[in-house]
């Protein structure tokens, strides 16, 4: 989040909606899947909705600006810190749960097992991994496709409209990285008049001109399918399974990541 374009990224959170921030339904699965994992939970970003799912909870962010405007502020049963995923500021077997909402698509797929290193020096053992995962199937609709299916108005909304893009850039590169400035480049290659596709789908205009954050951005999202992303995880994360977010819009592409640690 500290790359070129995210500093101002707290302006514009308020204007975010499922499937990008969690539905109520994803909160509740998280719930469903820390029980009994609850005492102290790590939590990979600030994500507000997120922030009271267990006794303790530490959120770890690198952006101070996210801490400071997105963040509902520290109380005795939580706090946020500024850091680093891939260099954690922690001792060994602290936490008794780790959570992030798409927190693995804000990384490059290839620092995946760096992160879940990590994981693994400051989760105990039996600790409960939950992540909620932006996902692309494994046969996804072309860019040309999801251009035709935008303007017949077959798409709910923008939000997912948006991830559903990404997924068939993905897919048409034959690799899970994207930059997101290319993703900006792509919708303004395909949809030069915004006007007209405020107007076909209903989107709000403001969400359409939301893209416009990726312009010039030098972040690098990953949407891996499932498949790569078990692929990613150690032996030492056991019983690594996807189960629903719930039934909003996109859900079928938002699965938990659930694995248990035994080192």
Partial sequence: MAAKGWRDFHRRWA????????????????????????????????????????????????????????????TQARRAIRGDWLAMPFGKSRFSAVIGDGSLNVIVYSDYPALFAQLARVLQPSARLALRIFTGPDVCESVAELRD???SSQIQSFHGFKWRLAMAMVKENGQPDLPVAQLHACFEREFPDRAALAQVTAW?????????????????????????VIAAI??????????????????????????????
């Avoid at 403001?206 to 790569?228: L, Q, R, V």
Wanted: proline fraction near 8%; include cysteine; glycine fraction near 6%.
């Fill in 149 to 151: 299916r935008a303007f």
């Fill in 15 to 74: 204007q975010l909606k499922p499937p990008q921030r969690p539905h109520s339904q994803a909160v509740q699965a998280y719930l469903r899947a820390l029980e009994g994992k609850r005492d102290h939970a790590l939590l990979l970003g600030v994500t507000p909705e997120l922030a009271d799912l267990a006794t303790q909870l530490t959120a770890l962010d690198s952006s101070e600006a996210m801490i400071a405007h997105i963040w509902p502020g520290d």
């Fill in 234 to 263: 150690p032996s030492s994360f056991t019983n690594a399974r996807f189960l629903s977010s719930g039934s909003y819009e996109l859900s079928e592409r938002c699965p938990l990541l659930i694995a248990d640690f035994h080192p």
């Fill in 204 to 228: 709000p205009q403001e969400d359409i001109d939301g893209i416009d954050a990726y312009a010039g951005n030098e972040a690098i999202y990953s949407f891996p399918t499932a498949h790569e």
